[in-house]
């Protein structure tokens, strides 16, 4: 049995992406397990996982553009930017007008220079930015950029007269901060917001369609694994099939001559296996990830 493959989970909320690389190293009976993008313990939906030889796809995973539906409350902000941490600040926002909403997010859209929220896993002089805040330092991170391609309002609620919560769905580039969307878009309004609800719908390619429970997984194991290593390259990335004499020449980290293929592509052995993950650089395909054994 082959455990080399990726599975699409549909994370629940309340966990965090380390408790859900365990279930499943418990699950597929191997240690060699890991994740293509955290997902908050708040957080729920598309979490894509390596298990065995496919742990070293992951790096191109997480560098996937993220599709995510999320609900923004507006009038309250927290020291976290989503329902997890403490009410730090409460603006009454009953009186801000659906355009202006509109119109705050349409400031968000594109591309953008974001600052991170404070508590997130960045590091700062080697320590995460999460764990300053919680010892009580501030943080101040720079902006960096970043595109939403997609920031679609869905729906405006009025809860009460002190909030109003809206229902987004945001498409963006790897390293977005949704609960930095939230924030900004309060701020922009004058009224403060934050994050209460987030579901990843989409990682690259992988969406919701395709995405496993834990429980549903806890029924089939350890065939846990939905994408073979093989299927979730072609998935993922351009393809180039190997001539016999390239597949050797590749297997012992040897470059190939130019496909003409641009970014990262798999090169597959004449029985289908998957050999390489290359990038043309220098008149050569030089390979990147080499898959052997």
Known sequence: MSTDGLVVVDKAAGMTSHDVVARIRRLARTRRVGHGGTLDPMAT?????????????????????????????????????????????ATPAGHVSDGAIEAGLGVLTGEIQQVPSAVSAIKIDGKRAYKRVREGEQVSLAARPVTVSRLDLVEIRRPSPEVVDIDVEVACSSGTYVRAIARDLGDGLGVGGHLTALRRTAVGGFTLAEASTLEELEKVAPEVVNLPLADAARRYFPARDASADEAKTLSHGGPLDRAGIDGPYAVFAPDGGLLAIVREREGRARPEVVFTG
């Open 45 to 89: 939906g598309v979490l894509v996982i390596g298990v065995g030889r496919a742990t070293r796809l992951l790096t191109y995973v997480i560098g996937s553009a993220k599709g995510y539906t999320a609900t923004i409350r507006l009038g309250q902000s927290t020291v976290t930017d989503d329902a997890e941490g403490e009410v730090v600040a």
